[in-house]
């Protein structure tokens, strides 16, 4: 009996108990309304422009650096914070400040309002993911995580699937306003349930051992994860692709209504979906495979992701300078499925290079930097070519502006390829191994 308890059948059954799976679910969701709530403003963006008669440069600004000054900042006290005390009330105060804040946007009255509301609105979200990364790591053994986070890693694909074509509607047919009411007042309510029935996971309790279960403190934890050069160069490579995110998160609405004339709902309720759909086929089908390799080919839990970032860079560039319908929405579509492919696999093998009280912090970390340098400069960077280029290209000016996002990725994946290569020695110096 204790053999057959300790099988492999067994242990993926514990894995996937009620329990974690309702837990898993929830997270997912938070992060659902996480994605979608920030992507809103991208959506806005041309409905916003015309009323406040705002600058392309402008707008990078506010849909960037307003939002990232506290979601970069504040994510590292908070996973700090995460790394010691109860993650699940860390996460249901946050979704809910969050929403509230998203509500409050379709009331601003002018740009520097807008600015203000997206500012506390990325101070809300800063409290999602390097939580929910921590506690998916212990709800799932080593094994297991790759697919568990990338089935995290689906909130994003949902978001534009099934709430993407509603929030473009609402705006076409209500304003722009009353689409942040509508998104935000949800999360008051989810934000109560998560609190009411998750439990807080024991910590490091599905590890091999303990070590390394108590909490460092700062300058330990920064000290430890810089000696990682797996995790340095995850750092870079996570920070590459968030320029190629967030610049392509805000501005690819815009090109679309500039480039092909396309409309916010149609934008909405067609390219959404079908970044969503294939976006979540790329992240599973990640996650499934990473999920069944071999235990000799570990390095391949980092060399996959690095193969899909590198081949999303030439599909960018076909999205962006393709004009027949069909070549650029190939594009679109070969884009959508390698981008996030890397999301659930570098958090997991990022969960093995650091310590059981370190994990919230690490993922921090990863998620400042590639917020910092990519959200800010990814939208601002593309906004000032926009405003540079217009004399000259008109409105087809975004369109060699966006060529940033086909050269991140490429970077990025040669940083996860040449981490794959200590990936084991850094396993083994966290007691992971």
Same mark, same amino acid.
């Given at each position: 009996?204790?053999?057959?308890?300790?099988?492999?059948?067994?242990?993926?059954?514990?894995?996937?108990?009620?329990?974690?799976?309702?837990?898993?679910?929830?997270?997912?969701?938070?992060?659902?309304?996480?994605?979608?709530?920030?992507?809103?403003?991208?959506?806005?963006?041309?409905?916003?422009?015309?009323?406040?008669?705002?600058?392309?440069?402008?707008?990078?600004?506010?849909?960037?650096?307003?939002?990232?000054?506290?979601?970069?900042?504040?994510?590292?006290?908070?996973?700090?914070?995460?790394?010691?005390?109860?993650?699940?009330?860390?996460?249901?105060?946050?979704?809910?400040?969050?929403?509230?804040?998203?509500?409050?946007?379709?009331?601003?009255?002018?740009?520097?309002?807008?600015?203000?509301?997206?500012?506390?609105?990325?101070?809300?979200?800063?409290?999602?993911?390097?939580?929910?990364?921590?506690?998916?790591?212990?709800?799932?053994?080593?094994?297991?995580?790759?697919?568990?986070?990338?089935?995290?890693?689906?909130?994003?694909?949902?978001?534009?699937?099934?709430?993407?074509?509603?929030?473009?509607?609402?705006?076409?047919?209500?304003?722009?306003?009353?689409?942040?009411?509508?998104?935000?007042?949800?999360?008051?309510?989810?934000?109560?349930?998560?609190?009411?029935?998750?439990?807080?996971?024991?910590?490091?309790?599905?590890?091999?051992?303990?070590?390394?279960?108590?909490?460092?403190?700062?300058?330990?934890?920064?000290?430890?994860?810089?000696?990682?050069?797996?995790?340095?160069?995850?750092?870079?490579?996570?920070?590459?692709?968030?320029?190629?995110?967030?610049?392509?998160?805000?501005?690819?609405?815009?090109?679309?209504?500039?480039?092909?004339?396309?409309?916010?709902?149609?934008?909405?309720?067609?390219?959404?979906?079908?970044?969503?759909?294939?976006?979540? =086929? &790329?992240? $599973? +089908?990640? /996650?499934?495979?990473? #999920?069944? *390799?071999? %235990?000799?080919?570990?390095?391949?839990? !980092? @060399?996959?992701?690095?193969?899909?970032?590198?081949?999303?860079?030439?599909?960018?560039?076909?999205?962006?300078?393709?004009?027949?319908?069909?070549?650029?929405?190939?594009?679109?579509?070969?884009?959508?499925?390698?981008?996030?492919?890397?999301?659930?696999?570098?958090?997991?093998?990022?969960?093995?290079?650091?310590?059981?009280?370190?994990?919230?912090?690490?993922?921090?970390?990863?998620?400042?930097?590639?917020?910092?340098?990519?959200?800010? =400069? &990814?939208? $601002? +960077?593309? /906004?000032?070519?926009? #405003?540079? *280029?217009? %004399?000259?290209?008109?409105?087809?000016? !975004? @369109?060699?502006?966006?060529?940033?996002?086909?050269?991140?990725?490429?970077?990025?994946?040669?940083?996860?390829?040449?981490?794959?290569?200590?990936?084991?020695?850094?396993?083994?110096?966290?007691?992971?191994?």
């Amino acid at each position: 009996m204790k053999e057959a308890e300790d099988s492999p059948a067994a242990q993926t059954r514990s894995d996937w108990s009620l329990p974690a799976a309702w837990s898993l679910g929830f997270l997912c969701l938070i992060s659902v309304f996480n994605y979608l709530d920030r992507s809103l403003l991208g959506l806005a963006l041309p409905l916003i422009k015309a009323e406040m008669h705002a600058s392309d440069t402008m707008l990078g600004l506010v849909s960037g650096l307003a939002f990232v000054l506290f979601y970069a900042i504040l994510g590292v006290p908070i996973a700090w914070a995460a790394d010691r005390w109860n993650r699940r009330n860390i996460i249901a105060f946050g979704f809910a400040f969050w929403s509230l804040m998203t509500a409050l946007t379709g009331y601003v009255g002018n740009i520097w309002q807008l600015a203000v509301a997206r500012f506390l609105m990325g101070a809300g979200e800063a409290s999602c993911l390097p939580p929910a990364n921590a506690m998916i790591s212990d709800l799932f053994r080593k094994a297991r995580r790759p697919l568990a986070l990338a089935i995290f890693g689906t909130a994003n694909s949902i978001a534009f699937i099934a709430l993407f074509p509603i929030a473009g509607w609402i705006a076409q047919a209500h304003g722009w306003r009353m689409m942040f009411i509508a998104a935000g007042a949800p999360g008051l309510i989810l934000a109560l349930a998560f609190y009411l029935t998750v439990r807080e996971p024991p910590r490091g309790a599905l590890e091999a051992g303990a070590t390394g279960s108590e909490p460092g403190n700062f300058r330990q934890t920064l000290l430890f994860l810089a000696g990682s050069r797996t995790y340095l160069l995850i750092l870079a490579g996570v920070t590459l692709m968030g320029a190629n995110i967030f610049a392509a998160g805000t501005w690819t609405p815009t090109f679309l209504n500039r480039v092909h004339d396309m409309g916010v709902a149609e934008v909405a309720a067609s390219i959404g979906p079908v970044r969503g759909l294939v976006g979540a =086929v &790329g992240i $599973l +089908a990640g /996650g499934f495979v990473i #999920d069944r *390799l071999a %235990p000799e080919r570990v390095r391949w839990r !980092i @060399r996959l992701p690095a193969l899909a970032c590198i081949l999303a860079g030439p599909s960018e560039a076909l999205f962006l300078l393709g004009d027949a319908r069909w070549l650029w929405m190939l594009g679109f579509g070969l884009t959508s499925f390698f981008t996030l492919l890397h999301q659930g696999p570098i958090y997991a093998a990022t969960m093995d290079v650091a310590r059981v009280r370190m994990r919230a912090l690490a993922i921090a970390i990863l998620l400042f930097c590639a917020s910092l340098l990519g959200q800010v =400069v &990814g939208p $601002l +960077a593309v /906004g000032m070519l926009n #405003d540079a *280029l217009q %004399p000259s290209l008109g409105d087809h000016a !975004i @369109r060699y502006s966006l060529l940033i996002i086909a050269v991140t990725p490429v970077f990025a994946g040669l940083c996860f390829w040449a981490a794959a290569s200590h990936y084991l020695a850094d396993m083994d110096r966290a007691g992971n191994a």
